[in-house]
T-cell receptor
Framework: DAKTTQPTSMDCAEGRAANLPCNHS???????VYWYRQIHSQGPQYIIH???NNETNEMASLIITEDRKSSTLILPHATLRDTAVYYC??????????????FGRGTQLTVWP | GAVVSQHPSRVICKSGTSVKIECRSL??????MFWYRQFPKQSLMLMAT?????????EQGVEKDKFLINHASLTLSTLTVTSAHPEDSSFYIC?????????????FGEGSWLTVV
């Protein structure tokens, strides 16, 4: 079962920042927070991941709260091509379940012109 | 970044026949790959874990004789849907774990659309 809670849908104007929240209140100490997105009829695309510290790459920033019970994915300047379903997933970095990802319903982000 | 490739991207087969889908990790070795299926407007559902050199591990409710998985090398896993029926029509997606990255990043293939007629 997915261990995360995300809003079903969000809208964002093109050029503005898109902030996608995720709750993972039962996250364990060795579990990472991963974000993927899926554009219609394609496989999920890796965006970013983090454990405790905030992370940034060329696609997005990931802000993880100090207690690690929630996080926010930030797309700094959303474009129409960022319209997709965004999945927040928690998973361990070791152990028998390593790599087995359980997807929730994710957040449908729609970027408007 | 790492790339995982699937082939074919789309396939149509007749009911009762078998169809094979390939999943390759292109620039890293993957001792473990994973297979998912996704029905329209639904989320991805994990089907099985493919282990190089050993038997696959199937999730509860997934028929291992129906969905044959072979992990022949460190860069290739195959999923064979045997005796396919129209209800097997779905989007099949594989993923592979890159152990060289922090947190063992998982990358997904482009997906394969299967239509059984």
């Amino acid at each position: 079962d997915a261990k995360t809670t995300q809003p079903t849908s969000m809208d964002c104007a093109e050029g503005r920042a898109a902030n996608l929240p995720c709750n993972h209140s039962t996250i364990s100490g060795n579990e990472y927070v991963y974000w993927y997105r899926q554009i219609h009829s394609q496989g999920p695309q890796y965006i970013i991941h983090g454990l405790k510290n905030n992370e940034t790459n060329e696609m997005a920033s990931l802000i993880i709260t100090e207690d690690r019970k929630s996080s926010t994915l930030i797309l700094p300047h959303a474009t129409l091509r960022d319209t997709a379903v965004y999945y927040c997933i928690v998973r361990p970095d070791r152990g028998s379940t390593l790599g087995r990802l359980y997807f929730g319903r994710g957040t449908q982000l729609t970027v408007w012109p | 970044g790492a790339v995982v490739s699937q082939h074919p991207s789309r396939v149509i087969c007749k009911s009762g026949t078998s169809v094979k889908i390939e999943c390759r990790s292109l620039d890293f070795q993957a001792t473990t790959m994973f297979w998912y299926r996704q029905f329209p407007k639904q989320s991805l559902m994990l089907m099985a874990t493919s282990n190089e050199g050993s038997k696959a591990t199937y999730e509860q409710g997934v028929e291992k004789d129906k969905f044959l998985i072979n992990h022949a090398s460190l860069t290739l896993s195959t999923l064979t849907v045997t005796s396919a029926h129209p209800e097997d029509s779905s989007f099949y997606i594989c993923s592979a774990r890159d152990r060289t990255t922090s947190g063992n990043t998982i990358y997904f293939g482009e997906g394969s659309w299967l239509t059984v007629v």
